[in-house]
């Protein structure tokens, strides 16, 4: 039996040898990342059976022989779990993973047969792939590491102001009237801050169910066992750009600011620091799964809020290319895929305009990432197929179309409608011209998952180390 001491050196042997790699599962809420990881476990371990992997080079090649799970690093995190996913898929009706509720992972062994082989070398070969999974809620809280409590007050107060929609607004309008009643400088009330924090957020959940991405703190969605604990009973102050940071600071430590400063504070160093150090800093790779069809299908102000979601989050990743050095000691993300998902919503002829919408969202952070040379590829997929293409005739006229069954069970044919390949204008919103229908997963007996493009994702994100 390895001891903890020997397994840390195994696994840094093999970093070394870089047979070992780290994938980060990366999406907001609903974007699909429990399918995603179930699907490529159950690709990959039915690799070389009845996987379709052609867009996977070691599999169209036949070297990829299939992986296994393995008892994974860290004991204290809990197992991704696979076996509950994969039940709910073989239901009868299937339905689809529960989402997910906190960290956890899973390792898997990779054997394959290299493509050049010689006297010296093994006929097979291994690689060792971690998974790692996360609640989407929790990611935008990485961006609050830039912040004093002052300034993000500000910069929440500016967002509401500026850019949040109506609809964002009159969520939050019931915490808005009572913080504005507040004396920063008054002595801390616990009982009402504590209700006021409730306020702030039944208004982050309420926007979360219609739809809005961009919201923080992500624990006060997700707060698990931080539930009714004071390092959640914060919310913005309004204000604070009329005062000076000297004129704050000098406050009474019992006043409403340094309380809810203090409250910050230890958020940031004892909930958001130790998840980016102990998960974000250690990734190899990342696949961002984005949920464009979703946001499209809510409105121009959910769509808005997704694109500013994403444009800060993507700032948290410490991108570089990987040398010797980094692979052992200071790893950093040197390959990334951003996928649109949930491809399967709309017809095969408007996958290439559903890529064009991602990569128009994401303008920005790609420029970025190619300015600093790090590999980056844009694509769309659906990690387990809910529906099958069909083509209709009318009045002699042929068109794409959806078969699925939908949530409740009705069986349909539809045509969901054009993707927009560039950012939507007005006229897009005016006459809202898209409406997909959420459908249940196909029924599931044996072999691998129905996918689209799950291969693709695949060779992207492994081809490489497969070699």
């Not at 607004?169 to 801390?188: F, G, T």
């Not at 624990?219 to 204000?239: C, H, I, S, T």
Request: hydrophobic letters at 40%; aromatic letters at 8%.
């Amino acid at each position: 039996m390895p001891t903890d001491l020997t397994r840390d050196l195994m696994d840094l042997i093999e970093r070394g040898r870089d047979r070992q790699l780290r994938l980060a599962v990366t999406g907001l809420s609903r974007a699909g990342k429990t399918a995603f990881l179930t699907s490529l476990v159950d690709q990959l371990r039915h690799a070389g059976l009845e996987a379709r992997l052609d867009l996977l080079a070691a599999s169209r090649e036949g070297r990829l022989l299939g992986a296994q799970r393995v008892a994974q690093r860290d004991l204290g995190v809990p197992r991704f779990p696979f076996d509950q996913a994969r039940a709910s898929l073989e239901q009868i009706p299937p339905r689809w993973p529960e989402p997910t509720r906190g960290i956890s992972e899973l390792r898997l062994t990779i054997r394959y047969r290299p493509q050049r082989q010689s006297w010296f070398s093994a006929d097979n070969a291994e690689l060792t792939l971690d998974l790692f999974d996360y609640p989407g809620e929790w990611l935008l809280d990485l961006p609050l590491l830039d912040h004093t409590f002052a300034s993000w007050s500000m910069a929440q107060w500016q967002a509401m102001q500026e850019s949040a929609g109506p609809a964002r607004r009159a969520m939050l309008a019931p915490w808005q009237a009572c913080v504005d009643q507040l004396d920063i400088a008054q002595e801390a009330d616990e009982a009402f801050l504590a209700d006021i924090s409730e306020q702030y957020a039944s208004g982050l959940r309420a926007a979360r169910e219609a739809g809005f991405s961009h919201l923080q703190p992500g624990r006060f969605l997700l707060p698990g066992e931080l539930a009714g604990a004071p390092v959640l009973q914060f919310f913005p102050l309004p204000g604070l750009d009329s005062h000076s940071a000297e004129t704050l600071e000098r406050l009474p430590e019992s006043s409403v600011y340094r309380t809810l400063a203090r409250r910050f504070a230890h958020y940031q160093q004892h909930i958001v620091k130790p998840f980016y150090r102990d998960h974000f800093r250690r990734f190899d790779r990342q696949i961002v799964l984005v949920d464009v069809l979703g946001a499209l299908n809510a409105g121009p102000e959910r769509f808005e809020d997704l694109s500013q979601a994403l444009q800060q989050l993507m700032q948290s990743f410490n991108y570089g290319r990987r040398s010797l050095f980094s692979r052992l000691f200071t790893p950093r993300i040197d390959r990334l895929a951003i996928a649109a998902t949930k491809a399967d919503h709309v017809t095969p002829d408007q996958h290439a305009r559903l890529v064009s919408l991602l990569e128009a969202l994401l303008a920005e952070p790609l420029k970025n990432l190619k300015y600093a040379d790090i590999p980056v590829k844009a694509l769309s997929l659906a990690s387990i197929r809910a529906t099958e293409a069909r083509e209709v005739t009318h009045q002699g006229r042929t068109s794409p179309a959806l078969r699925g069954t939908t949530l409740d069970g009705e069986s349909l044919l539809t045509f969901p409608g054009e993707v927009p390949g560039r950012l939507p204008d007005p006229a897009f919103w005016e006459r809202q011209g898209f409406d997909f229908t959420a459908f249940r997963p196909q029924p599931v007996t044996a072999g691998a998952l129905p996918h689209i493009r799950m291969d693709l994702a695949l060779d992207w994100l492994l081809g490489d180390k497969l070699r």
